[in-house]
């Protein structure tokens, strides 16, 4: 079974503080990767993808790759009560990209 | 530009019975997949279609089924409902079946009574 495995949380962190947020995947033959966001009751919004391994920024987000590890990590700096939201890490090898069960995040202001 | 619009947004169906759920695809996306997510999980991956192909399938049995019409918008049809089947629906599309990232729609909450 291939998977994606996320620390569930609740991850709690103060404002403007870096959030840091991991997963591990199973499936070597995943090419793509994704941090996704989602708020209570709401549908996953992308908010990052990365392909090569190393480090991709996007404003305050930054995403890590390192396929040898077989591990993404996502930071969120100068986090604010606004990012508190569940983060759901994808990785996709073709047709298919399975989620992770998400971290919760708690900023607290 | 249009996002991806589901109908409809909350269903409560009865044990046994047969459920369709729609979904417009984001203009200029021709891929659309399906996810079912349970509370506190993450999606599960139910099917693809590209260009009106099924273009692969999760570990869902055969009464979860599907179609994607020239326009690419889709349906998901569920059989003989279960009580497990309780989830929300939610439909992505994406410009092409490598996808660069999804875009959800707000999902379908349906209910199994």
């Known amino acids: 079974q291939k998977e994606v495995e996320q620390n569930s949380g609740p991850l709690s962190v103060p404002e403007g503080a870096i959030a840091s947020l991991n997963c591990t995947y199973s499936d070597r033959g995943s090419q793509s990767f994704f941090w996704y966001r989602q708020y209570s009751g709401k549908s996953p919004e992308l908010i990052m993808f990365?392909?090569?391994?190393g480090d991709k920024e996007d404003g305050r987000f930054t995403a890590q790759l390192n396929k040898a590890s077989q591990y993404v990590s996502l930071l969120i700096r100068d986090s604010q009560p606004s990012d508190s939201a569940t983060y759901l890490c994808a990785a996709s090898g073709g047709f298919k990209t399975i989620f992770g069960a998400g971290t919760r995040l708690f900023v607290k202001a | 530009e249009t996002g991806v619009t589901q109908s409809p947004t909350h269903l409560i169906k009865t044990r046994g019975q047969q459920v369709t759920l729609r979904c417009s695809s984001q203009s200029g996306h021709n891929t659309v997949s399906w996810y079912q997510q349970a509370l506190g999980q993450g999606p599960q991956f139910i099917f693809q279609y590209y260009r009106e192909e099924e273009n692969g399938r999760g570990n869902f049995p055969p009464r979860f089924s599907g179609l994607q019409f020239p326009n690419y918008s889709s349906e998901l049809n569920v059989n003989a409902l279960e009580l497990d089947d309780s989830a929300l629906y939610l439909c992505a599309s994406s410009p092409e079946w490598m996808t660069y990232g999804y875009t959800f729609g707000s999902g379908t909450r349906l209910t199994v009574v």
């Open positions: 990365i392909y090569s391994n």
